[in-house]
């Protein structure tokens, strides 16, 4: 299933940037997905360590206020303060399925919906669409004996092929 060791190689990444540049590998994990709107793959993963060595001075793929969370999450002072700049369900859960692999959040975005649109009846993620999505992913991983994170890993790649 392409898709399925995704999070974990993403979480590797992380290890050795954590390991390279002396930064707890939540911060990295943090980094990563606070860069990551509206940003290629192989370009969020040169701008975090961009971000790690350069901060303001670095030129980034993503907005300006997604570079200063991420300024932010290089600041924290712990997990928690990182954790807390993440505010919606799909940005908590995207940030611990890279930092923690074999959980069971699942990271529900617009493709997630696009998949999903016809059991939903929705173009817009709301909590209880989210909620219903996780769910339905939840249960197809369980009936597979796969994390939740990874079906939802293996669908995301189906779908959205190599757009990204």
Known sequence: MIGINWYEEVNNFCLLVSLEYNVPVYKVAGILSALSPKN?????LDDTITLITHGLDGKYGTFNNNRDKALRILNAKNIRE???EFKGLKTRAFFLNIYKVYDYNVTVDVWMIRLYKDKIKTKSLTNKSYRMIESMIQDKASKLNIYPNQMQ???WSEIRGSEY
């Open 40 to 44: 290629r793959f192989n370009r969020n």
């Open 82 to 84: 990182v954790y807390n």
């Open 153 to 155: 890993a293996v669908l």
